[in-house]
């Protein structure tokens, strides 16, 4: 490792034009690289699984129509729907059937009711001049409808209209240019007539957190670069100093994207904050190297061995930092999700490339920029008392009580653990998007007065010879919906046998010729959400707000139990299934695969840096002050009632990774000091190597919050929750390296002593 990295440093500083040179062309590369990065939600494919639960959606979702992929258009006429209103939607209906990709479409025109002769009628009438039956119509259409839903609001200014889109397009890679079009359209319909129209459904939504990822990229890593540099400037006390340190950070950044492009790796709704990470890493290491620079220059060494010393003294501890950082990303791995796994191999390979880029590009930066006299000048800086006076207090009396101070902190992360344990999860579709973008605001209105979009699917399989209309089978269907129409949650159960009403059997006709000729009077998508290709299975859908993965699992024990309970001749029930369904049994799974995750990181750090330095004590003294910051973030989200989510359980493994980096710092000054003796260090020294490296503790700490800061300029809830999360860790990572980690070096270092 040192005659590596002595190498680099020959290379960067005595032979900088070479290097330059040779980097050219890379950064050329990354440029085009990054020109190449594409974007995608990654929300439905974050559970494509082998798992039994996403195979068996899968195979669900291959028979039926879901309702999920439909688009809701709201539809609102601030004087109240009447019949010129009704006569311009119905022009939009007509045309928005002829969009590619739009299979069929659903409104209060589609709407049928039974005749006193036993047809079925429209519910708006023909004329649409006739105010007296325009408004009777209306108010037909407020009251539910077969599919479960209302499609005119109570105060009669507001209608729905449903476009569900055929099933090569559902997926979103082909969503996206049917959703644009939609709202081309209805703005064109808007502007014409007066009308107002929203787009929403989940589909259209994951299209919102898309276009919100491509801004977020550049908003938070432009923010994200400014803060490290106004933190530079603040620390440093100099301009030149500050831009000198902020270049290689950037040069960090761009080789990531650059590769990410290359690798055809897509940033989604978990790999968006990869990018800030790998800016403020490369921040923190650069920050390190350029304080020693400036020590070892003010203490009147040339600018050459200046810079190649320090490089060689703090390259170790940054090469363990990234390590420890990629242990952590690694440890991710173990997870069933592909886009999770995603994120672990992106993020170890970004922590290495800005491990390689600061070794190269900063030592190379300096090399250059000190031929010139204003940086010459600017760069040494003798040390100041009053930049570690607090923190000289901490750790004064943290060794001074080391034994106190010790058993407090075991005793705290105890505590914490136990509040935290047993991990209790959580998650909603919908906690990706802010709620108050207009495409979330109108699938709230939609959901006020239409119903849920979002439905848990009971699959049926028909027994024997019996066919979907016979009288057993519509007997059973009727057991099962008075079972399930009363659970807590459940707004509608639809099935066949809500078609039975509009069923009005004309003389010789069966109830199966009435119920088939009633779907055929209904869009083709509504047999598909009800009668499966094979026409030997049934779907019941149960429309049921998405009110959180634990809701959610409750509710599916009561289906459960519910139907125990029933005695059914004509079909069998199967699991319970859904996007609902499965999304929050596979979160559930997933956020406590995360939790192994960062308990192996836990226990491998720890191992890893006392294998790193030879000295097993150290190993032992980083366990405690890297695991209570976050044991206590955790405890204080389960206290709060917030529970473990994806962005906590990666905010907090990630975090974790990171936050060891001040404590390798401490480990590596320790171990500077001992040099080739590898003595126990005693509690004097202890405190003058904290002392020597608590003002770069505190730099880097307000270098990596000031980047995750930039976090809280994205438009998605949960990375602006992951950067709080991070920040909170970083910062109470500090201070238990300030007085937790000196008291327990000291403890453990005097018990070694006494043991010789």
Do not use: K
């Amino acid at each position: 490792m040192n005659r590596l990295t002595r190498l680099i440093v020959a290379l960067s500083v005595d032979r900088p034009l070479v290097v330059l040179a040779v980097l050219g062309p890379v950064l050329v590369l990354a440029a085009v690289g990054l020109m190449r990065i594409d974007y995608e939600d990654g929300l439905r494919a974050l559970f494509a699984t082998e798992s039994a639960e996403f195979q068996a959606y899968s195979r669900h979702a291959r028979g039926f129509a879901q309702s999920e992929t439909d688009i809701a258009v709201l539809v609102t006429a601030a004087d109240g729907l009447d019949g010129p209103a009704l006569a311009r939607l119905q022009d939009f209906v007509l045309d928005v059937q002829f969009l590619g990709g739009v299979q069929a479409v659903y409104s209060a025109f589609s709407l049928r009711h039974p005749t006193d002769d036993g047809t079925l009628a429209p519910v708006l009438p023909d004329d649409l001049t006739d105010a007296d039956a325009v408004r009777a119509g209306l108010q037909r259409a407020t009251r539910q409808s077969p599919a479960g839903i209302s499609m005119v609001s109570s105060d009669l200014r507001e209608t729905l209209v449903v476009l569900s889109l055929a099933r090569a397009t559902s997926e979103f890679g082909g969503t996206a240019g049917i959703v644009r079009n939609i709202r081309d359209l209805a703005g064109q319909t808007a502007r014409q007539d007066g009308l107002d129209f929203a787009v929403t459904g989940l589909l259209p939504v994951r299209e919102r957190i898309v276009q919100g990822l491509r801004l977020d990229q550049m908003r938070i890593n432009l923010i994200g670069a400014v803060l490290g540099f106004a933190v530079a400037l603040l620390m440093f006390r100099s301009l030149w100093v500050a831009c000198l340190n902020t270049v290689t950070p950037l040069v960090a950044l761009l080789f990531c994207l650059g590769g990410f492009g290359w690798l055809g790796l897509t940033i989604n709704a978990l790999t968006n904050v990869l990018p800030v990470l790998i800016l403020v890493l490369a921040s923190s290491d650069s920050i390190h190297i350029t304080y020693d620079i400036r020590r070892r220059m003010a203490d009147g060494q040339a600018p050459r061995d200046a810079i190649a010393d320090a490089v060689i003294d703090i390259a170790p501890p940054c090469v363990l930092t990234s390590l420890t950082t990629i242990l952590a990303f690694l440890s991710l791995s173990y997870s069933d999700s592909p886009i999770i796994r995603n994120l672990a191999y992106s993020g170890a390979a970004g922590v290495l490339i800005a491990l390689l880029v600061v070794l190269v590009v900063h030592p190379l930066v300096y090399a250059l920029a000190c031929r010139f006299t204003p940086v010459l000048r600017a760069m040494p800086e003798p040390a100041s008392r009053r930049r570690h006076f607090f923190s000289g207090r901490m750790i004064l009396g943290a060794t001074a009580r080391f034994r106190i101070v010790a058993l407090g902190g075991i005793a705290l992360c105890i505590a914490a653990l136990l509040v935290l344990l047993p991990i209790r999860t959580d998650y909603r579709f919908m906690e990706n998007i802010e709620p108050t973008f207009p495409v979330a605001r109108s699938l709230v209105r939609v959901e006020a007065f239409a119903g849920p979009v979002t439905a848990i699917n009971l699959p049926l399989r028909l027994v024997g010879d019996h066919a979907f209309a016979d009288p057993e089978v519509l007997a059973d269907l009727s057991r099962i919906h008075g079972a399930l129409e009363n659970l807590p949650d459940v707004r509608a159960v639809v099935s066949v046998r809500n078609l039975l009403p509009l069923s009005v059997a004309q003389t010789g006709e069966s109830t199966a010729e009435a119920l088939s000729r009633t779907l055929d009077t209904l869009p083709g998508r509504f047999r598909e959400l009800l009668i499966g290709d094979d026409a030997r299975s049934l779907q019941i859908m149960l429309l049921v707000p998405d009110r959180g993965s634990r809701r959610v699992a409750r509710l599916v024990r009561a289906i459960d139990a519910a139907l125990v309970q029933l005695r059914l001749d004509a079909v069998r029930t199967g699991e319970p299934t859904g996007f609902l369904v499965m999304s929050g049994a596979l979160s559930d799974r997933m956020i406590r695969q995360l939790t192994v995750s960062f308990l192996f990181a836990a226990l491998a750090c720890p191992l890893l840096i006392g294998l790193w330095y030879r000295r097993f004590d150290f190993g032992l003294a980083a366990t405690i002050p890297n695991i209570l910051p976050i044991a206590l973030v955790g405890a204080g989200l389960t206290v709060m009632g917030t529970g473990i989510q994806f962005t906590s359980a990666l905010a907090l493994t990630i975090a974790f990774g990171i936050a060891l980096d001040d404590s390798i710092h401490v480990f590596n000054r320790l171990h500077l000091q001992a040099g080739r003796a590898r003595t126990v260090p005693r509690g004097s020294e202890v405190r003058r190597a904290m002392m020597q490296v608590s003002p770069v503790l505190i730099t880097t700490t307000l270098i990596l919050s000031s980047g995750i800061l930039a976090t809280q300029a994205s438009e998605m809830p949960t990375i602006r929750f992951f950067g709080i999360l991070c920040i909170a860790t970083f910062f109470l990572a500090l201070l238990c390296d300030l007085i937790l980690l000196p008291a327990l070096v000291t403890w453990i270092s005097g018990t070694r002593g006494a043991s010789r």
